[in-house]
């Protein structure tokens, strides 16, 4: 789904070619390299855009000694599309790392809307740290695994607060857009 946010942002600023956004996503911070986006990758999710009528072929560019370039535009249906497939990302999130690419696409939806989603997902990780805690506290457990359920509790817990204060951040961030 990243990737198709991706595609829609940039055709909403206007048409592009798939070679054109990959290069995008290369220059100045490999973020093809970073999300293993290959160019097949790319052209897959194109081909999957049009077959859902969010994006279509607007032009073919003949170039003389060069192959040809499909430009493609947004739809209509992929403007009303691309709204909530950001909000989806921050809905469906599991960690900070998932809502990148709808921190970087903020700007086609509503704030107060993400920031809503976002105090959701860090209140649902304070309670999974909360009930973490309380059943470390009841948990009875045996002398040999002390040591082990020890250090795998400080690692949840850790874990937990470390994506808690992203959460935190992101909120502070959009609090002052």
């Known amino acids: 789904m990243t990737i198709q946010i991706y595609i829609l942002s940039k055709l909403i600023e ?8 990959k290069k995008g996503l290369s220059e100045p911070v490999p973020f093809d390299k970073m999300a293993n986006i290959t160019e097949s990758k790319l052209y897959y999710h194109f081909e999957s855009l049009t077959k859902q009528g969010l994006i279509e072929e607007a032009e073919l560019i003949k170039e ?12 209509e249906k992929g403007r009303l599309a691309l709204p909530q497939k950001i909000y989806d990302v921050f809905e469906k999130s599991k960690q900070m790392s ?6 970087i696409f903020i700007q086609y939806v509503d704030i107060q809307k993400v920031i809503t989603l976002v105090q959701v997902k860090k ?6 740290r909360e009930t973490l805690t309380k059943v470390y506290e009841k948990t009875v457990i045996p002398a040999h695994l002390e040591e082990t359920i020890h250090l795998a509790n400080g690692y949840f817990m850790e874990s ?5 204060s992203w959460f935190e951040r992101v909120l502070e961030m959009l609090h002052h857009d």
Do not use: S, V, W
Not at 14 to 21: F, G, S, T, V
Not at 98 to 103: E, F, Q, Y
Not at 123 to 128: H, R, S, V
């Open 123 to 128: 209140m649902a990780l304070e309670n999974k």
């Open 98 to 103: 998932d809502l990148i690419i709808g921190l």
């Open 14 to 21: 206007r048409d592009h070619y798939p070679y054109e956004l």
């Open 64 to 75: 003389e000694h060069r192959p040809d370039k499909q430009l493609y535009t947004i739809t």
């Open 160 to 164: 937990l607060q470390r994506e808690i």
